[in-house]
């Protein structure tokens, strides 16, 4: 996992949390503890790994703890698929929770009696307003809230909340309330509902309960019950800080956690939330959670991405106090700059079109020992047969070339990468006037392309050799939507899917090497790109691939 390492780059996080531990290293007391709480109703996308990052980054920093908690309080949409899920996917983001994985399911008892606390200490009440009324009695700025609940005798509201959660009342009949401001400014407290009835099953609890806790009450004391201290969360929380706070400052736990909140990751051109997400799914826009367009994790690493790639991704867009959009873009520019130093370079030829080297002898072959990278020997070497018969990219011929064309055209001499220089002497057409067979001569003075007499050749192509080149089917993939925010729309964000967003060549030729790709394992196709081996389709006699990343850079460094 060591060469996936990012250590994550200072931040305003880290500014709050070494003022926190200023004394002694510690807060009340305690090491560096953060959590990362998904709640498992869908797959992790990738601003769920920006939160990843932030929090497993965070403690892994200050040589902390990090947690890993389902927040499943809300039984609704929960699946164990998704929980078995995520943790595949943080383990494969190259983060460890070791034994700390919980649920915040197992602290419903706790956070029962915690409720039952408040009320004793007339700090939380029984309401029998119901959604609707409550929305009308929520008051406005210059007017507070109303319950005529709020003060009714602690007896009765124990009393109540005991047969809540007995099931002897229906969905909505009624909430339990902390007892905080009805004027408060924040309309967080003005007397939230902390206790909601919900006669549903929970994939963990089952029957048992009937009554869930919100939010903003289960939360912080999840976070206390595992002392954490810092509780790193999204910006949108901000204002429901100060109830969290109120829930800890009023129930019997010591520990104090502080939420620090940070900006959620948008990228363009893709929609993130699991709503959507699941949408396209179900919807079948995409093949599935792990389609190479999804922003998803699994998505992600079926593009091709690299744990490296999306952690240095995370990193370099920082964490900030304020929402931004980063281009879909920055992503690719991130994960081209880890392959281009780590992946082997193959030759592909996507459009093949067949070149005959008419001056080279039938039945001979030559076999060439090439570099898998320019510049790091250490991924080694591998050869490529040479004969009279080759395929090369049919756009690597024109028969009338256009101003500045220096690939074959009948007269012009061209590199065949690694090879020979070899002169383009004409091409056979079928009755369409289509381009069948490509023609030249090669100089056996050039062996390895070089040229003895230094005359200058100014194309280089790729090439495969017909007698060995594997056949392979190979995907590409672009933006998912044609806008750069599809939520912003008049219509719905589906009426922006890009109708090329995926485009499948069936009859690819892929040099012999490449018959002994292993699932996801990723190459830089000269000239083309980069490209893994598709984790679920490709089989050993019928190879798929899947561009990950063009090689057309609008990030370039200095840009
Ligand atoms: P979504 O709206 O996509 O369903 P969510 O916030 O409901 O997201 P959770 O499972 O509750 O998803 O999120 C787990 C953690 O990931 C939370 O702490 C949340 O703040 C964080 N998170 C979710 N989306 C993003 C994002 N786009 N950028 C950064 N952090 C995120
Ligand atoms: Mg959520």
Known sequence: MEENKEVMSGNFIHSFIDEDIAEGGTYYGKKVHTRFPPEPNGYLHIGHAKAVFVNFGTAEKYNGLCNLRMDDTNPTKEDVEYVDAIKEDIKWLGFDWEDRFYFASDYFERMYGYAVELIKKGLAYVCELNGEQMREYRGDLNTPARSPYRDRPIEESLDLFERMRNGEFEDGAMTLRAKIDLASGNFNMRDPVIYRINHLHHHRTGDKWCIYPMYDFAHPIEDAIEGITHSLCTLEFEAHRPLYDWVVDNI?????????????????????????????????????????????????????YTPKSIRSFTDKIGVSKVNSIVEYGFLEHCLRDDLNENAKRAMAVLDPVKLVITNYPEGKTEEFEVENHPQNPDLGTRTVTFS??????????????????????????????????????????????????VYAEYDPETRGGNTPDGRKVRGTIHWVNAGDCVNAEVRLYDNLFTVPDPDAGEGEFTDYINPESLVTLKDCKLEKALAEAEKADRFQFMRQGYFCVDTVDSKPDKLVFNRSVSLKDSFKKGK
């Open 252 to 304: 019997s736990i010591d520990c104090k956690p502080r939420q620090i909140e940070f900006a959620r990751l948008g990228i363009n051109n893709t929609v993130m939330s699991k709503r959507k997400l699941r949408k396209l799914v179900e919807e079948n826009y995409v093949s599935g959670w792990d389609d190479p367009r999804m922003p998803t994790i699994r998505g992600l690493r079926r593009r091709g």
């Open 388 to 437: 009279r018969e080759l395929y090369i990219e049919s756009t690597d011929f024109m028969e009338e070339p256009f101003k500045k064309y220096q690939r074959l055209y009948p007269g012009n001499e061209v590199r065949i990468k690694s090879a020979y220089i070899v002169k383009c002497t004409g091409c056979k057409k079928d009755e369409g006037g289509n381009v069948v067979e």
